[in-house]
C-alpha cells in the first residue's frame, strides 16, 4: 500500500490490476497530488480500479481529466473500472466510457473476465494465424 501525505488516494497494487482508493471528496489532479503521475507508473499493469466511495462530486474538467486518463490507459490494453460511487454520480461518470461497478469484489471480477476474454481471444489469434 502507498499512501504519501497529503494525497488523495492510496494505491496498492495486486496481481490483475492496480487499487486505487480515493480518500478526499473530489479527485485531486494537480501536480501536488501527483494522481496521474502515478496511475501512469502502473504501466507493467494497465488494469486500474478506482474505488470512489470518497468522492462527492466530480466537476467537468476532472471529468475531461479522468476521460483523458482512460483513454491513454485504453492505449495500454488496459481497463479502468471505477467503484462505489455514489449513485447519483454514475451516470456522468459513464458519459467518459468508464464501468462503474457497485463494490470493490464485483470490479476486481470484471477486471479478472475482461483479462480472461482478452486472453481467449489472444490464443484464438494466435491459432488462426
Do not use: W
Request: hydrophobic residues 35%; glycine residues 6%; aromatic residues 8%.
Amino acid at each position: 500500500m502507498e499512501n504519501c501525505p497529503g494525497m488523495s488516494h492510496i494505491l496498492e497494487p495486486h496481481d490483475h490490476y492496480l487499487y486505487v482508493r480515493m480518500t478526499s471528496p473530489r479527485f485531486e489532479f494537480n501536480d501536488n497530488s501527483g494522481f496521474i503521475k502515478q496511475l501512469g507508473s502502473g504501466a507493467a499493469n494497465p488494469n486500474i480500479v478506482i474505488n470512489c466511495a470518497s468522492i462527492e462530486q466530480i466537476s467537468d474538467e476532472e471529468l475531461f481529466q479522468i476521460k483523458e486518463l482512460y483513454h491513454r490507459n485504453s492505449q495500454q490494453a488496459g481497463i479502468i473500472v471505477i467503484s462505489e460511487l455514489r449513485d447519483e454520480l454514475i451516470e456522468k461518470m459513464e458519459m467518459t466510457g468508464l464501468h462503474c461497478i457497485p463494490s470493490d469484489d464485483e470490479a476486481a471480477d470484471y477486471v479478472y473476465m475482461e483479462k480472461i476474454e482478452k486472453d481467449l481471444l489472444k490464443s484464438f489469434d494466435e491459432s488462426e494465424g
